[in-house]
């Protein structure tokens, strides 16, 4: 009897769950499907359930990871561009000063008076004459071949940042060689001329300064004697109205 009761309870609770189980898969929400139907693990599932297959997600790589080291990407930095309007065939190359053309003191010898403003073109130098055979010397550049010249003026104008009017010889002669000038300039760092001009007698020569440092101990330009605009201001305020200049 005690056999019955068992065998009975347990094809109930057989029956149950059946019923239980049918229930739970009728109420199924509906079948998404991966689109590759061809997967090895689909093909073997039998019976009458249909499994419930889920797309794997898409996920997007990382820019950068947790301890990737940072990289900043700057915009380039614009080449310096420099150019010396007064001579464009002055060389690309930039190398800093020779030590010999900065201003220093030396032993000069000479029979001028004190202030005198010697100049040496040879050996690319200027002298402001002093007192005890002493003379404060300036690396200067010179007139290229074929504009150089010697003789004895004296300084008729100063000016503090000078503005340019090229000569129409200087334009004529640029422009054939496919240099364009400007037919004025105003004074300023961009002006060839520099911070300061001392102006000789009645030509066309000045003492000035440059843009183009790099050209000191040279002979580059169309006659004028150029300094350092460092060295040209400190010369300019040494002298005066007057002064005589002697270029050998």
């Known amino acids: 009897m005690m056999k019955q009761l068992v065998l009975a309870a347990a094809l109930f609770g057989a029956f149950s769950m059946a019923a ?17 139907l061809t997967a090895p693990w689909i093909n073997q599932l039998g019976g009458k359930v249909r ?16 301890f990737q080291r940072r990289v900043i990407r700057q915009a380039p930095r614009p080449a ?11 060389p690309a190359i930039r190398h800093p000063i020779e030590p010999q053309f900065l201003p220093q ?14 100049i040496d073109t040879n050996n ?22 074929g504009f150089e010249w010697a003789g004895a003026h004296k300084i008729t104008r100063k000016q503090e940042w000078p503005d340019w009017t ?10 054939a060689k496919g240099h364009y000038l400007p037919a004025r300039m105003d004074g300023g760092p961009e002006n060839p001329l520099g911070a300061r001009a001392m102006y ?11 843009n183009a440092p790099w050209s000191i101990g040279s002979a580059v330009s169309s006659g ?6 460092e060295d040209v201001v400190d010369l300019y305020d040494r002298v005066s109205v007057g002064t005589r200049v002697i270029v050998m």
Request: hydrophobic share 35%.
């Open 80 to 90: 310096p561009q420099t150019v010396s309007m007064i001579n464009p065939d002055i």
């Open 105 to 118: 003191m030396v032993d000069y010898d000479t029979q001028e008076k004190p202030g005198t403003i010697v």
């Open 224 to 229: 004028c004697i150029r300094l350092r605009n």
């Open 20 to 36: 239980l189980a049918d229930d739970r898969y009728a109420t199924r929400p509906p079948v998404v499907l991966s689109p590759d």
């Open 124 to 145: 690319r130098f200027l002298y402001l004459v002093l007192e005890g055979g002493k003379a404060r010397r300036y690396g200067v550049g010179v007139g290229k071949p």
């Open 200 to 210: 000789l007698g009645s030509t066309l020569y000045r003492i000035h300064g440059t």
């Open 166 to 175: 090229p000569p129409s010889e200087m334009i004529s002669r640029e422009a």
């Open 51 to 66: 499994p419930v297959v889920y797309q794997r997600p898409v996920v997007q790589p990382q820019q950068r990871g947790l």
